[in-house]
């Protein structure tokens, strides 16, 4: 019953291919994003999209490029892999409640190793 | 988004109460203050979020001052399972924007 969820977990692959994270919530949320944690350790925001709809767009190379099929599924994929590119990724999603704000929930991550 | 700062690192006994810091001085009027922690490398964990009142979980309890320009995060009652790092992190409640991780504390909690 995991509310969001990242495939794969880990991804070795090597320089200049091309590879998919998939993510998916049952969460019902309308609402979801991709970050990314570097070796530092620093949580950026990529993209968000809501309802389908890309809404945050960071300053992120145009290799990689996200996919929302429906509300619940936010694919991130990365064309040409360079080393840097290597990282966990971050898939989570969030609904607003009035009067609450908006409830985020992220997934476990999908570490990406570049070689 | 309104900026935090927060301590780089804090240790804290097990079983004594964790006070974690943030100071949001530019805080507007519309923001939630959230926090969340990590564990090692795993998804960020959410705990608790407030916009003026004191609130109060299972987890945890956050104190924000009247004026709004810093908070506490309280974990009355820490376990070495609670060492992580801490993100304090102030938003908007309107849609179109995100949470903006900070480099957050990192609290270490010693038998």
């Known amino acids: 019953d995991t509310a969001v969820s990242q495939t794969p977990k880990y991804l070795v692959t090597q320089m200049g291919n091309d590879k998919s994270i998939k993510c998916e919530q049952n969460l019902g949320h309308d609402t979801m994003y991709w970050y990314k944690q570097d070796s530092k350790k620093f949580l950026k925001i990529m993209f968000s999209?809501?309802?389908?709809?890309?809404?945050i767009n960071e300053t992120v190379p145009n290799r990689f490029s996200p996919k929302s099929p429906d509300k619940a599924h936010l694919n991130l994929h990365i064309n040409s892999l360079e080393l840097g590119d290597s990282a966990v990724y971050f898939c989570a999603s969030s609904q607003f409640s009035p009067g609450q704000g908006y409830g985020y929930t992220f997934g476990s991550g999908t570490r990406l190793t570049v070689v | 988004d309104a900026k935090t700062t927060q301590p780089p690192s804090m240790d804290c006994a097990e079983g004594r109460a964790a006070n974690l810091p943030c100071n949001h001085s530019?805080?507007?009027?519309?923001?939630?203050v959230y926090w969340y922690r990590q564990i090692h490398s795993q998804g960020p964990q959410y705990i608790i979020h407030g916009l003026k009142n004191n609130e109060t979980n299972e987890m945890a309890s956050l104190i924000i001052t009247e004026d709004r320009k810093s908070s506490t995060l309280i974990l009355p009652h820490a376990t070495l399972r609670d060492t992580a790092v801490y993100y304090c992190i102030v938003r908007p409640s309107n849609s179109g924007y995100a949470l903006n991780f900070g480099k957050g504390t990192s609290l270490l909690v010693t038998p």
């Open positions: 530019t805080i507007s009027g519309n923001e939630y």
């Open positions: 999209y809501n309802n389908k709809e890309l809404i």
